[in-house]
Each structure stands twice: as C-alpha cells, then as structure tokens.
C-alpha cells in the first residue's frame, strides 16, 4: 500500500537553527531539487503498491533522492542512508519536513524497493527528468555523438577451474542443508575437492597436463554433487517437503555449466555458444574488444548517445552485439526524445558502413564520416573533408565522458544482481552523471 504525503508544509527545518531555519537556497541539493518532477515520479511510484492491503511504503522522494545521492557520491546503500541523516541539505533534497536526527528506514529496504519498482520505473525517471531539462532550456537538441562501451560487472576474473569450484561449494552447503532435515549423513568428498583445487591454486606454473588432470577432478566432483543433491531432493519429496524455486533454478544452471564445460574439455577449446563464465551472474558473457591491456572484459555493451554533454543510452546488452548495426534505433532514440531529427552524427569510423550512409542520406542527417571513393580536387569536397576532420576531433569529447562516467559515477563496476539491476545501475549513473551536468548549467 502507498499513501501520498501532504507536501505543503510551512517553512523547511523552522526549529532546526537560530535563525529561522533558513538554508542556503543555492546550495546543490536544493538546485537538484528543482530539477526532478518529484509529483509526477509520485504517481508511477504508487502504481508499484497494492491499494488498500500492507503497510504503507516509504515516501517516494525520500526513496528516489536516497537512490539518487547514492550513485552521484558513489556510496552504498548503507551509507547513503547515514549521510542523509548526517546533512540538513540532503533531507530538504529527499522531501523531509523536518530535521531528522533517527534512522530514516533500514537501508536493506533500498534493494528491496528496486527489486519492487523494476527496470521500468528508473526509464520513466530518466525519460521525466529529460523532460524537465528540455522544457528549462537547459538541453539542446543539436545533433549525436554515438560510441559504445562495455560496463563492467562486479565478479572475479573467471577461469573454467574456479567455475566449477564456485558451483561445487554451493551443491555441497545444499547437500548439507538438505542431509540434516533428512537426519542422514552424505558423503561429498569436499575435504578432497577443496585439497585438490588449493594445491592447483597456489601453483606458479600451470601445465596443460595440471590443468586438465584438475579440470577432469572438478567436473567429476560437481557431477556427483549434482546428483547427490537430486537425490536428496526427490527423498525430500517423499516426505512431504519441497525445497524453494531458487534451488531448482540454480541447479538448472548448473546442469548448463557443467554440459558446457564438458564439451570444452572433450573438444580441448575454450569456446562455446553462450559460455557462462560466472556462477552468480549467469547473464555475463566475455566480451572480446580487442583493446590494449584489456582484450576481454566481462559485462553489459552499451549502445551510447551524447547530446549537449549529456550521455544517453540507447541499447544495453550481454551479447556482443555490432555497434554499427544500432546506428539505426540510436537515431529513432534521439527522434523520440526530442521529437526532431539530429542535424548531424558523429562516430569513429565502424559506423561508416553503406547501410548507415544510406540510411543517413536518406534522413537528410549530415555524417561526419570519412567518404568514400576517390578523392575529388573540388572546392565543396575539400570544404567537406576540413568540416569532417574538426567533427572528429569533437568526437574525442564522448570517450571522455564515458570515460568520467566510469571513474565518478560507479559505472566501472556494476554491483546490483536483482533482475534488471545490470540496466538500473547503468541508467541511474548515467543519470547522475547528466544531473550533475545540469548542476553547472542553472
């Protein structure tokens, strides 16, 4: 249930200081304030709540404005709770009426409220701050830069060995779990297992031979486990008892683990169709780029827009998709959100494909891209190489942004494993990111 809260109230913190309680109006937070439709983002929010059943969720802008000091400070959950305890500003900022001086709520409700709002709601909240930006005149739709990146996501840096550890430790606590309501006893042979993979670990030199005499010891121990655990759930069953939907779900994952890394072992390849390479997040694939000091990076590609210095996503996905193939839908992003067509495009030079000249020339959009054909000795086609020259060296700019993203924002390490908290991460720091911008501007 979600009950809306009477906004008009008499002057913000009165009792708080000596002199009437008055803040500092241009101070950030107070600014920030202004620039999100808090009553608008109210009325989606209480579309999340059941009417008239349970207690009434926490305020919506107490929740959105906690969420939001989180990912502009980089902090966690738990200490952007305390710092909004800790500052007058941040609590004007999250729509308290007075000072507060106890726990606002338990910051474990924060995961909780993503989880319930979803994917969708945090589109919503970009899309009505975009609104608000555009009607102050503080954006303008003057063309797109258009690059992509991969974000990476919060697991180690994985190896088929360690894989199959992470699977056999979870089937063991099962067994275990399981083995104790039934009041029986099962022999996993963990003590064995876990010898086996720290004398493989603490190795300096790996040889083939270690490694798959080790990887052969591993798949036989999780497949075993595996059916231990089956087992154990069927007797269950028998008595009456079901064990949670979880537990079916992750041994449906490790039954692809372990096909996967079977067929890899028989072939002697490291390559598979939708290879998991993390026990806990599943949805990550290896996303081969290429790049120096980094050739493989794990996490979501992102499809991005730059417009105004503002950074825009336009597509995110775990599969290594070809940026030049969404130049199309970056373009009817851009139409959406500012209802007109970008005057210009800019993009390195893998965006220089026929089907996106085409598709440019035939939105009349102008593309600094490199031409094609024979250099011509005309005065219009040297006037048109100098222009595409200075449009690329502008495009520099978005790999600075990306890059700023990453480094102040939390974009270089996603931590939400909620479905959809890869896209709710992402979104909210770029969010934070275009909010800040805006901060300079007003």
């Not at 202004?34 to 983002?41: C, Q």
């Not at 996603?414 to 770029?430: A, P, Q, S």
């Amino acid at each position: 249930m979600y009950r809306k809260k009477d906004k008009k109230t008499q002057e913000l913190f009165k009792d708080l200081m000596p002199w009437g309680g008055k803040l500092n109006k241009n101070n950030r937070w107070l600014r920030l304030e202004k620039l999100i439709p808090w009553e608008e983002l109210e009325v989606e929010y209480g579309k999340c709540f059941s009417e008239n059943r349970g207690r009434p969720g926490l305020d919506s802008q107490l929740v959105i404005g906690v969420i939001c000091i989180k990912h502009m400070l980089k902090l966690s959950d738990e200490d952007a709770v305390e710092q909004v305890l800790e500052n007058p500003y941040m609590q004007a900022f999250c729509g308290l009426e007075s000072f507060a001086t106890e726990t606002l709520f338990n910051d474990s409700s924060l995961s909780k409220l993503r989880k319930r709002l979803g994917r969708d709601y945090f589109r919503q909240l970009e899309n009505k701050v975009l609104e608000v930006l555009k009607k102050r005149k503080i954006i303008k739709a003057r063309g797109v830069m258009v690059d992509a990146t991969v974000f990476p996501s919060n697991i180690k840096h994985p190896n088929d060995i360690g894989l199959l550890n992470d699977v056999r430790e979870w089937l063991v606590k099962e067994i275990k779990k399981i083995s104790k309501q039934l009041g029986k006893w099962t022999r996993t042979r963990c003590r064995t297992a876990r010898k086996q993979y720290l004398n493989f670990s603490k190795r300096k030199k790996k040889t083939e031979k270690v490694i798959r005499e080790t990887m052969k010891q591993m798949l036989q121990h999780v497949r075993r486990n595996k059916k231990q655990l089956i087992k154990l759930i069927a007797e269950l069953r028998i008595k009456g008892e079901e064990v949670k939907k979880v537990i079916h779900r992750q041994i449906g994952k490790i039954k692809i683990i372990l096909e996967q890394q079977w067929d890899m072992y028989r072939r002697r390849s490291h390559n598979v169709k939708d290879r998991i390479v993390s026990y806990s997040q599943p949805e990550v694939r290896p996303m081969v780029r290429g790049k120096a000091g980094k050739p493989v990076e794990f996490g979501p590609k992102a499809e991005l827009s730059l417009v105004d210095g503002y950074l825009l996503l336009d597509w995110l996905s775990f599969d290594n998709f070809n940026e030049a193939n969404k130049l199309g839908e970056s373009i009817a992003k851009y139409e959406e959100r500012f209802e007109t067509k970008p005057g210009k495009m800019i993009g390195d030079g893998i965006y220089g494909n026929r089907d996106n000249r085409n598709l440019l020339k035939a939105e009349g959009i102008r593309a600094a891209l490199k031409p094609l054909g024979r250099k011509a000795k005309t005065e219009e086609y040297q006037k048109e190489k100098r222009w595409i020259k200075k449009q690329q060296r502008i495009r520099n700019r978005i790999e600075g942004f990306i890059g700023h993203a990453k480094e102040h924002f939390g974009l270089d390490r996603i931590r939400y494993k909620i479905d959809g908290g890869t896209e709710i991460w992402v979104r909210m720091g770029l969010l934070a990111m275009n909010l800040d911008t805006a901060l300079k501007r007003v």
